[in-house]
Structures are given as structure tokens and as C-alpha cells.
């Protein structure tokens, strides 16, 4: 079964809002966990890594104020896309390391579309 | 930084063997991925190479030679459900990062 646990998979919502996407590591305890976007036919760009208990490190180009990310425990983070507009759209996918398998293991994604 | 490159596109007979390339540069090595992504869904794990040599895993072997900076993933007995992209992915020493290549997009055809 998935070990990492992506919610909502689909979202819908209209201009201006927030959106708040959460990944929960299943099995394992995750100090870090990754945020990527993905557009179609593409590859996935790293957006930002999230740190338990401090502050987020984001890739250059993303914006920080734009795309908050919180990673609350050991087994949570949450990316929440702020004032979405319609250029958001995108499928964005968590991932989170564990630490005994040496592995990085994907949630299963989140498609956001904005009206 | 990181350079991974691997072929957009291949196809191959059902049944068959088929082979997909990774070159990469990287200013410090620490671990090469091999995910699946099917269409519309999240990548899977299939294979980890940190040191060089093969991994085998079923119908899936991975290889790696750190000082070619060249992997590759080789699916044996194809079935059309092996119909999807091939990521491969570098990790950076000293931090957690992985940098994926643009992917191979493989169709199997009957």
C-alpha cells in the first residue's frame, strides 16, 4: 500500500482563492519532505524542501509568499497555494525520504485546476 | 548542479527486451532513481543504485557506473502495462534533493 498518504487528489477552485494540500508519510517519520510541479508531458521541478521545525527552502523562481508550505510533525506537510489563478493549474506531487529504506517515495498527486 | 539526460521517446515489442539510457553530471553524487510514472498519476519507485553494478528486481535490473556517470534500466518481458514514462533521478550529496531528467516516455506496442 502507499506509504505516502497526498490529499485532495483533485481540486477545483476559482480565482483568488487558497488551496491547502497536505502529505502525510504512512509507515515512516520524515524530518524532510520535497514539493514538485509537474505540467503535462514534463518533468518534475522541484518547487521546495520542507523542514520539520523550521523554515522551508525553496528553488529559485518559486515563489515563497505564493506557495506556503508548513511541515507541522514529523509525518505532515502542507503546501497551500494562495490567491490561485488559473497559471497555478498544475499537478503538484509530494514526496517524503525514509530514512531506513534510503528511498523517496511519492504521494499520489494532486491536480489542481483554477477558474 | 546536475545534468541528466536520457531519450524522450522509445518503443518496443511486447515481449521484448528493452533498454533506457542516463547519463548525468553532477558536482556530488549520492544515489541514482529509476521511478515509473504512468499518465495523470504519481512516479513509483523501481530501483536505487548508490554503488556500481546491477540491481536486479524482477523484470527490472538497474545499472549504474559512477565513473561514465551512466545508468540505465532494463525491462525484460514487456507487457503493455509497462506503457509509461521512465524518470531517472540523481541525488545530490549532502542534501536530500533528487533532479530528474525529462523522462523517457515508452510505448509498448503488440
Known amino acids: 500500500g502507499a506509504v505516502v498518504s497526498q490529499h485532495p487528489s483533485w481540486v477545483i477552485c476559482k480565482s483568488g482563492t487558497s488551496v491547502k494540500i497536505e502529505c502525510r508519510s504512512l509507515d515512516f517519520q520524515a524530518t524532510t519532505m520535497f514539493w514538485y510541479r509537474q505540467f503535462p508531458k514534463q518533468s518534475l521541478m522541484l518547487m521546495a524542501t520542507?523542514?520539520?521545525?523550521?523554515?522551508?527552502?525553496?528553488e529559485q523562481g518559486v515563489e515563497k509568499d505564493k506557495f506556503l508550505i508548513n511541515h507541522a510533525s514529523l509525518t505532515l506537510s502542507t503546501l497551500t497555494v494562495t490567491s490561485a489563478h488559473p497559471e497555478d493549474s498544475s499537478f503538484y506531487i509530494c514526496?517524503?525520504?525514509?530514512?531506513?529504506?534510503?528511498?523517496?517515495?511519492f504521494g499520489a498527486g494532486t491536480r489542481l485546476s483554477v477558474l | 548542479g546536475q545534468n541528466i539526460d536520457q531519450p524522450t521517446e522509445m518503443t518496443a515489442t511486447e515481449g521484448a527486451i528493452v533498454q533506457i539510457n542516463c547519463t548525468y553530471q553532477t558536482s556530488g553524487f549520492n544515489g541514482l532513481f529509476w521511478y515509473q510514472q504512468h499518465a495523470g498519476e504519481a512516479p513509483t519507485f523501481l530501483s536505487y543504485?548508490?554503488?556500481?553494478g546491477l540491481e536486479e528486481k524482477g523484470r527490472f535490473s538497474s545499472f549504474l557506473s559512477r565513473s561514465k556517470g551512466y545508468s540505465y534500466l532494463l525491462l525484460k518481458e514487456l507487457q503493455m502495462k509497462d506503457s509509461a514514462s521512465y524518470l531517472c533521478a540523481v541525488r545530490d550529496f549532502g542534501n536530500e534533493k533528487l533532479t530528474f531528467g525529462t523522462g523517457t516516455r515508452l510505448t509498448i506496442i503488440p
Open positions: 520542507s523542514n520539520e521545525g523550521s523554515k522551508a527552502t525553496y
Open positions: 543504485n548508490v554503488l556500481d
Open positions: 514526496s517524503a525520504r525514509d530514512l531506513n529504506k534510503n528511498i523517496q517515495y
